[in-house]
């Protein structure tokens, strides 16, 4: 309750109200009250020693901490986190194009598909890579839930098989309820740092697979999880998976782009295999984002050049966007300037789009 203040004498007993607890009645164990924060100086921080970076894949995955692999619905998140596993137990490059730097064993907890352990069943039956005899362990609708009792679950089992990646799918289905009127941002907060910690203590790294919020569409891809601000702050990066805009509901094709706290970004264009169940590389870079456009320039000119004029008046955008896209395209590497106002796909695209038609 407030102190309401009418005289002079009325200041102690607020003096009262406000002293601090006596030594034994703290919040520390054992009693007492709490160390009293220390600063750092500046040469203190110069003399810090900062942990050396590794990755555990190349361009995608760090060797340990916690990072959110998130997507629309359906759009392959557990196809990929499937093949990262397989490819960290093989050893195999992720995709025949990123090098697994620290193989090693690998769990799945699939929390989200009731039939799940049948689902991952499916994707190592056709594995291009033989899944005989790898390192990897399946959880199936386990009895826990993100807390004290999950940690100490996790971590035990991390230190079982000395476990290089974990993959969590889904953090909606491994998080307990919400107490009513309880503090979501803290308690959100609290779930991440905790897998955060783990993966750091036991040198692993924490991938929980997530969804996309629907209140976040047209947002960038980097603010879509669903939660509080503590969803992305909390953890040491993100992975996210998605459809290309416009594409068709048939449409092989995805882009994945990679964000880590240490890391630099990375974004790829990936095709769906059905006879593998899992994905291949197209082409990577900064031009993957504008993949659509890039295939519909091909249609237009196939290998041949283009003037700015000629690509607005075949693909109808207004005369400014061409431009800028073009400068885009050409920042990024995708185009190629010629001599009298020419453009053409640059050869890697060229490549990537003709295997495309192919296929």
Same mark, same amino acid.
């Given at each position: ?6 005289? &002079? ?22 009693? #007492?009250m709490p160390e009293?924060?220390?600063?750092? *100086? $500046? ?11 590794? !990755? ?23 196809? $990929? ?6 490819? $960290?137990? *093989? ?18 907890? +699939? ?40 940690? %100490?679950?996790?971590?035990? &089992? ?5 476990? /290089? ?7 909606? %289905?491994?998080?307990?309820?919400? +107490?009513?009127?309880?503090?979501? !941002?803290?308690?959100? =907060? ?6 955060? +910690? ?43 998976? =998605?459809?290309? /805009? ?78 800028r896209l073009l400068?885009?395209? /050409?920042?990024? #590497?995708?185009?190629?300037? /010629? ?8 050869? &890697? ?11």
């Amino acid at each position: 309750m407030p102190s309401k203040i009418y005289a &002079e004498p009325d200041l102690d007993s607020i003096g009262q109200d406000w002293q601090l607890p006596p030594e034994g009645n703290g919040t520390e164990p054992g009693g #007492g009250m709490p160390e009293a924060p220390v600063a750092l *100086s $500046v040469a203190d921080i110069l003399a810090l020693k900062a942990p050396e970076q590794r !990755v555990l894949i190349e361009k995608v995955l760090p060797s340990r901490g916690a990072i959110f692999f998130a997507g629309a619905h359906k759009t392959g998140k557990t196809v $990929v986190a499937v093949q990262m596993a397989i490819s $960290v137990a *093989s050893g195999h490059p992720f995709m025949e194009n990123y090098p697994v730097r620290e193989p090693g064993a690998v769990i799945i907890v +699939e929390q989200d598909d009731p039939a799940g352990g049948i689902s991952v069943q499916d994707y190592f039956k056709v594995s291009p890579v033989p899944v005989t005899g790898l390192p990897i362990s399946t959880f199936v609708r386990i009895n826990h839930y993100f807390g004290p009792t999950f940690s %100490a679950w996790l971590t035990a &089992e991390i230190k079982k098989v000395n476990a /290089r990646a974990v993959i969590l799918d889904s953090y909606t %289905a491994l998080r307990p309820g919400r +107490e009513r009127g309880g503090d979501l !941002v803290k308690a959100e =907060s609290d779930e991440i740092t905790q897998l955060n +910690e783990i993966g750091l203590n036991c040198n692993c790294l924490i991938l929980p697979l997530h969804h996309d919020s629907k209140g976040t569409f047209g947002m960038d891809w980097s603010d879509r999880l669903p939660g509080t601000y503590a969803m992305g702050a909390g953890s040491d990066g993100q992975i996210h998976i =998605s459809r290309f /805009r416009d594409s068709l509901d048939d449409a092989k094709e995805r882009i994945l782009r990679v964000r880590t706290r240490h890391g630099e970004d990375h974004q790829m264009v990936i095709r769906f295999r059905k006879s593998t169940l899992d994905y291949e590389l197209v082409f990577d870079g900064p031009a993957a984002c504008m993949f659509p456009e890039l295939q519909q320039i091909h249609t237009e000119f196939s290998n041949g050049t283009f003037t700015p004029k000629e690509l607005y008046q075949a693909t109808g955008l207004p005369r400014a966007t061409a431009f800028r896209l073009l400068a885009r395209l /050409r920042a990024a #590497g995708a185009v190629t300037w /010629r001599t009298g106002g020419n453009y053409s796909l640059a050869t &890697e695209v060229l490549i990537a789009l003709q295997g495309r038609v192919d296929a």
